[in-house]
């Protein structure tokens, strides 16, 4: 079901987490078709899991073709070593760049190294992103302006705790990369993944709410931005 929520919003509910991993393979694959040498900001984290194998799978097939695609990071953890297993980048590379043929790749060090990377390639044409539990993007914090920079931060609790999760009992770092609003604001498109009923409250919000630094999530109304919600968290 696809519903328009204000300027510029486009909302499609679907039943399930595979149908949202169908849903928003279709809408890359799309882009990628469109342009092919595509710049993508990819989120990790566990929504997007099941349309990153999805995707995979189509690579797989021969359906799509990634190999132009340049795949940008997103954010990242301070103070890992490169084989550290808690690393995003790592996490990229098994779920994203490796099953889909990327050679193409913006890494997150520094703030400064990797928006000149970012404008070298043009900007980002598609945004992936995940909808942190307190609606923070990357790690983008609240509260977070539309001109927050790419920059380190420092993980707030609720952060630290829904981080958990992904690391089976390894401490969380404290101490985070993010790409900037202003970068995530000024990607040519949007998709914003969603699922599950634990995220239903800060959708509302994200999407009914006041557009407020407070909620950073909120501040992507006004982009061009597709929201694909599954029904835990669309009821
Ligand atoms: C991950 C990221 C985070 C997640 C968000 C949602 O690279 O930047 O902002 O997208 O915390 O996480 P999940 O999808 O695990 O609920």
């Known amino acids: 079901m696809v519903e328009a929520v204000g300027a510029g919003v486009t909302l499609k509910t679907v039943p399930d987490t595979q149908a949202l991993a169908q849903a928003a393979a279709d809408l890359i694959c799309a882009a990628v078709r469109a342009n092919p040498d595509l710049s993508i900001l990819v989120a990790t984290g566990n929504t997007p899991m099941p349309t990153y194998t999805e995707l995979a799978q189509r690579?797989?097939?021969?359906?799509?073709?990634?190999?132009?695609?340049?795949?940008?990071?997103?954010d990242e953890y301070l103070g890992l070593t490169d084989d550290d297993p808690r690393s995003l980048w790592s996490w990229m590379?098994?779920?994203f760049v490796a099953p889909l043929g990327i050679t193409r790749t913006v890494r997150l060090?520094?703030?400064?190294e990797f928006d000149r990377e970012v404008a070298a390639l043009g900007g980002i044409d598609l945004a992936l992103l995940g909808l942190g539990p307190n609606g923070h993007l990357g790690?983008?914090?609240?509260?977070?302006?539309?001109?927050?920079?790419t920059r380190t931060v420092t993980l707030t609790p609720e952060s630290l705790e829904s981080n958990r999760v992904y690391w089976d009992g390894l401490p969380v770092p404290t101490g985070a990369v993010?790409?900037?609003?202003?970068?995530?604001?000024?990607?040519?498109?949007?998709l914003l993944l969603?699922?599950?009923?634990?995220?239903?409250?800060?959708l509302r919000r994200t999407l009914e709410g006041p557009q407020t630094p407070d909620l950073p999530a909120s501040l992507l109304?006004?982009?061009?931005?597709?929201?694909?919600?599954?029904?835990a968290a669309w009821a």
Request: cysteine-free; hydrophobic content about 35%.
């Open 59 to 74: 690579v797989q097939h021969g359906e799509i073709d990634f190999s132009r695609v340049t795949a940008v990071q997103l």
């Open 93 to 95: 590379q098994r779920s």
């Open 109 to 112: 060090h520094t703030p400064e």
């Open 139 to 149: 790690f983008n914090e609240p509260p977070s302006p539309p001109d927050a920079p």
């Open 178 to 190: 993010t790409a900037g609003m202003n970068l995530i604001l000024s990607a040519r498109q949007t």
């Open 194 to 202: 969603v699922s599950g009923a634990h995220k239903r409250a800060i």
């Open 221 to 231: 109304r006004g982009t061009a931005l597709t929201v694909l919600a599954d029904e």
